[in-house]
């Protein structure tokens, strides 16, 4: 099992910062990796797929990038809609799996 | 509006079984895998296994062979999962999610159902 290490667990920041996710793999997984945004209550929303592709109607403020073990979420400049916690989700394996999720708070 | 509606929150006891439902509406069910995840309180995602919904084949994840199953009602756009011989690690909030390969797969879910929480309590 592909084990998908995130940090920092929680990141501290005020709106209009820029926000750097980090999602590390146990073995390589190429580009196959998604990112999500989950806000209590809802459902989660597809943020980015193939390491870097932004889904539909995903704002350009979300970027992803790496490949092999190492994935960065990049959010360039914090929204209030923003603070949510994010999670990472390989599927270069026959058995996918997700990360702990980093919380995205505000300061 | 294309949505995935899950059924209403579970109250079960150790050792019984849950079905809970996921009823598409906006897209052309049976063109769309759909998958299902879980998450427990204060963990992290967890998956289940995935069912194609015209035809009804399942591939489920090896934790849960044996205890899950996953079935479909094309004529009301539905799909279902059923987990039995419940346990206190079952309780978890559940999602139905569409795979967002058009008649494929590619295991990158672009929407989810609201979640059903099952709670497993004596």
């Known amino acids: 099992e592909i084990v998908l290490t995130q940090s920092p667990g929680t990141l501290s920041l005020s709106p209009g910062e820029r926000a750097t996710l980090s999602c590390r793999a146990s073995?390589?997984?190429?580009?196959?990796l998604a990112w999500y945004q989950h806000k209590p209550g809802q459902a989660p929303r597809l943020l980015i797929y193939?390491?870097?592709s932004r889904a539909t109607g995903i704002p350009d403020r979300f970027s992803g990038s790496g490949s092999g073990t190492d994935f960065t979420l990049t959010i360039s400049s914090l929204e209030p809609e923003d603070f949510a916690v994010y999670h990472c989700q390989q599927y270069g394996s026959s058995l996918l799996t997700f990360g702990g999720g980093t919380k995205v708070e505000i300061k | 509006q294309v949505q995935l509606v899950q059924s209403g929150a579970e109250v079960k006891k150790p050792g019984a079984s849950v079905k809970v439902s996921c009823k598409a509406s906006g897209f052309t069910f049976s063109t769309y895998y759909i998958h299902w995840v879980r998450q427990a309180p204060g963990q992290g995602l967890e998956y289940m296994g995935i069912?194609?919904?015209?035809?009804?084949?399942?591939r489920y994840a090896q934790k849960f062979q044996g205890r899950v199953t996953m079935s479909t009602d094309t004529s009301t756009s539905a799909v279902f999962m059923e987990l039995s011989s419940l346990r206190s690690e079952d309780m978890a909030m559940y999602y139905c999610a569409r795979d967002m390969s058009l008649r494929g797969v590619n295991y990158v879910f672009d929407i989810w159902g609201q979640g059903t929480m099952v709670t497993v309590s004596s």
């Open positions: 073995q390589s997984v190429s580009n196959y």
């Open positions: 069912i194609k919904p015209s035809g009804g084949s399942t």
């Open positions: 193939g390491a870097s």
